[in-house]
């Protein structure tokens, strides 16, 4: 967490801009205009290449902690395995925190990597989503820098775009979708940060983002230094009545209010080309136009069409409605659908748990990645559709294995290692990758970075993580360097 409430710019583990300058170290390519990408041959020497017809990536912003989620320590000291338990799952062996008494019995369906591990323990969504070998601070708190690398939906997106452009495809819906809104966009306390957009490749490839219409059930208090803030925390609850529409297309130049406002939208489209010529402004256009004419896009966003039962599975809260969304979305032929945890409100909220640890764990964090996770999961799997469905459950780093000794307890930043679960589309089923050690700090068996999971993510997604991508200066790109596909995660 950056704070702006006066002096130097600090992360809430007390880091400062010079400090994390120093960490991210490398040096970084200018860019202008992306270039086609070079043809690669598919890696066939590994299983599961191919295997997903879509992604749906779900992101903890703030970052989940290992020893309450999917690597619990109930031996280590209290210090460090705090108040919940664990309970077995119904994978011999892989025992889950307590608080996530439903995942515990889908455990069968995925692949647990509790060894991810690197270097930098800030809120680095960059680095986590993107290819870039690391991210400087400065880089980080700066979205729109031309440097940044695309977002792993925005490479997919103009990849698939490249192999349809010859044969004339189009999708008719957006290949790179996010929910429930543009990514840190609903908070007040903080500077803007990097992470889901198009990067060097421009930004008619950010992700084409929803909007959220609807009200909160329940509320929260949430401060950060001299701001507060108590109103309905959409993350517990919110009403069934809510729902998602689509709010713009790409860099937030475009903009629909209502798709059926078709004569509206065009003129906006024409206006915005009369005044400011755009390389990416034609591809919004066509894009516009196939979406106002897909009965099964806008049909997507409807869930009167679920049952109850289906939409209690996931939870009646925004992360559980929005990964519903996102189901129906990928049903509809969305490619790669993203979906945010991400602060509401006030900065340091969301999975950042310095303070008010267990308190949020216990009655907001945990209840709602319960319920979603397991619900995507069992609904995919009885409709047919997880064998063809990637999905991934990411976060930027982990969370410190000692406790700290504030009001609720705390844990910080901590990226030495952590777990993420992949599920899906040729991953495993009932498996394990790596291990901890005893109180769920450091990597003791099969150390994986955050690019390697990014090159296995592609990998079953059919693209070839060596595949080259070319920046505004027409340098050859990598798109995961020095990384390689887990294949322990591979069906």
Request: aromatic share 10%; hydrophobic share 40%.
């Given at each position: 967490m950056i704070r702006v409430l006066g002096g130097p710019k600090r992360l809430c583990d007390g880091l400062t801009r010079r400090d994390l300058l120093q960490v991210g170290g490398a040096s970084f390519l200018g860019a202008s205009l992306a270039g086609r990408a070079k043809p690669a041959a598919a890696s066939t020497a590994l299983p599961s290449f191919?295997?997903?017809?879509?992604?749906?990536?779900?992101?903890?912003?703030?970052?989940?902690?290992q020893i309450e989620t999917f690597d619990p320590k109930p031996d280590a000291p209290e210090q460090i395995r705090g108040e919940f338990g664990s309970i077995p799952s119904n994978v011999p062996g892989l025992d889950l925190c307590e608080g996530l008494p439903r995942l515990a019995t889908v455990m069968d369906k995925v692949t647990v990597v509790r060894s991810v591990s690197h270097p930098f323990p800030v809120h680095g969504v960059a680095y986590a989503t993107t290819g870039n070998p690391s991210i400087p601070l400065a880089m980080e708190l700066s979205p729109r820098d031309p440097a940044h690398w695309p977002y792993i939906g925005s490479v997919v997106d103009y990849l698939d775009g490249q192999a349809a452009r010859p044969a004339g495809r189009q999708s008719e819906v957006p290949r790179n979708l996010q929910l429930p809104f543009a990514f840190s966009s609903q908070r007040i306390g903080e500077v803007a940060r990097a992470g889901p957009f198009g990067g060097f490749l421009g930004q008619s490839y950010d992700p084409i983002c929803t909007e959220f219409v609807g009200q909160g059930t329940k509320k929260a208090k949430k401060t950060l230094a001299s701001l507060s803030w108590d109103d309905y925390e959409l993350y517990r609850g919110i009403t069934?009545?809510?729902?998602?529409?689509?709010g713009g297309l790409g860099g937030?130049?475009?903009?629909?209010?209502?798709?059926?406002?078709?004569?509206?939208?065009l003129q906006q489209l024409e206006d915005?080309?009369?005044?400011?010529?755009?390389p990416g402004l034609d591809r919004h256009r066509d894009m516009a136009h196939r979406l106002l004419q897909s009965e099964s896009f806008r049909r997507a966003f409807d869930l009167d069409e679920e049952s109850w039962d289906t939409r209690n599975l996931y939870g009646?809260?925004?992360f559980g409605q929005a990964t519903l969304t996102a189901r129906r979305l990928v049903e509809a032929g969305g490619?790669?659908?993203?979906?945010?945890?991400d602060e509401y409100g006030l900065a340091g909220t969301g999975w950042d748990t310095h303070w008010d640890h267990f308190?949020?764990?216990?009655?907001?964090?945990?209840?709602?990645?319960?319920m979603t996770l397991s619900g995507l999961l069992l609904d995919l799997d009885r409709r047919g559709q997880l064998d063809e469905t990637l999905v991934v459950l990411l976060s930027?780093?982990?969370?410190?294995?000692?406790?700290?000794?504030?009001q609720g307890g705390g844990r910080d930043h901590w990226s030495r290692c952590y777990s993420i679960v992949m599920a899906g589309a040729g991953v495993a089923r009932g498996n394990v990758v790596g291990k901890s050690d005893r109180i769920g700090g450091d990597v003791v068996d099969r150390r994986v970075s955050p690019k390697d999971v990014l090159a296995t993510m592609y990998h079953l997604l059919g693209i070839d993580p060596e595949t080259m991508l070319h920046d505004r200066l027409g340098r050859p790109m990598t798109l995961v360097p020095d990384a390689e596909v887990i294949p322990e995660v591979l069906a």
């Open positions: 191919g295997k997903a017809k879509s992604c749906i990536l779900l992101f903890l912003y703030g970052a989940h902690s069934p009545e809510s729902r998602f529409r689509l937030g130049n475009v903009v629909i209010d209502q798709l059926d406002r078709r004569k509206t939208l915005v080309r009369r005044g400011a010529p755009d009646m809260n925004l490619r790669f659908v993203s979906v945010f945890w308190p949020r764990m216990k009655y907001e964090l945990l209840p709602g990645l319960d930027e780093h982990g969370r410190t294995p000692q406790i700290g000794n504030v």
